[in-house]
Nanobody, 115 residues
Framework: QVQLVESGGGLVQPGGSLRLSCAASGSIFSLAVMGWYRQAPGKQRELVAA???????NYADSVKDRFTISRNNAESTVYRQMNSLKPEDTAVYYCHLRYRLEYYWGQGTQVTVSS
């Protein structure tokens, strides 16, 4: 069983930055694809960024050049640095782990971008 614990959300002004972290339990982290999803009120959950076990990354067009996903396999942690935040980035952000046919979600962390 894998548990994902997110941290780092909060309130930030437009143009500001936040760094989210997601710590995973269990032994499959280094083999897994890690992703960050977000869900805004009234909208479907969408993939924001993902990183493979080998470090290849993929980003949604809406966050390219502003968000960076990274991972530390030794600490079983995935990070997301968010810069130049916009009000439309306001959402609950979820950490996701996928390994073969297994997948797990974190509990979500709120990010609010507002002046």
């Amino acid at each position: 069983q894998v548990q994902l614990v997110e941290s780092g959300g909060g309130l930030v002004q437009p143009g500001g930055s936040l760094r989210l972290s997601c710590a995973a339990s269990g032994s499959i982290f280094s083999l897994a694809v890690m992703g960050w999803y977000r869900q805004a009120p009234g909208k479907q959950r969408e993939l924001v960024a993902a990183i493979t076990s080998g470090g290849s990354t993929n980003y949604a067009d809406s966050v390219k050049d502003r968000f960076t996903i990274s991972r530390n396999n030794a600490e079983s942690t995935v990070y997301r640095q968010m810069n130049s935040l916009k009000p439309e980035d306001t959402a609950v952000y979820y950490c996701h782990l996928r390994y073969r046919l297994e997948y797990y979600w974190g509990q979500g962390t709120q990010v609010t971008v507002s002046s």
